[in-house]
């Protein structure tokens, strides 16, 4: 095997979530959260749904993070960035409260042991569009340590999003790696099988798959993380 690392997806493949039962419910959070501080529910999530498309149409000038809140402003203005640090409180303290929304899978975290048990290197490409303290809740609600992972993207320490390439190309960038060095491992075919379009081997997780395109899966390796650990071994 010439593969040297393995990016693994979070939302729905490391962690089993129904991404939908799982965004109501963080918003649900957010807006009890922010609703006593003159935060009206559909402009709130509309807001935050606006803010999350400028992260992915970032071209790498800035942090998502700062697109994100340059977005944020323009909808709220100087109130939002006032209130940033409510925000912040939140995905530190009740943000815990979105793990009701996430499964567990045993054999997610063991896929990540017998990858690295293989001497391979293993990085979170998680799409960055939360902030680092969110992300690191997420790792460990998967039964995962943030530490387990050479790499984790979160909307600080990048300025691209999924399915863009170039995210990929700055992950293996900050790796020191090829498109031909590594494999992309995820639940959705749009935002993570796009990966082979650079080189990269690509498995897809059909557990809690998702396909907007409808697109034909037969392309790419896929089944759950039994059969990906059975790839490995």
Known sequence: MSLKAVLFDLDGTLLPMEMDEFTGGYFKTLVKKLAPHGYEAKELIDAIWHGTAAMVRNNGSCTNEEAFWKDFEGTFGEKGIADRPLFEDFYANDFICAKDFCGFDPLAKKAVEVIKAKGLRVALATNPIFPAIATQNRIRWAGLEPEDFELYTTYENIGYSKPNLKYYEEVLRRMGL????????????????????????????????????????SAYPHGGFKELIEYFT
């Open 178 to 217: 090829k498109p031909c060095d590594a494999m992309m491992v995820g639940n959705d075919v749009g935002e993570d099988m796009v990966a082979s379009k650079l080189g990269m081997e690509v498995f897809l997780i059909t557990d809690h798959m998702i396909n907007k395109a409808g697109e034909d899966i």
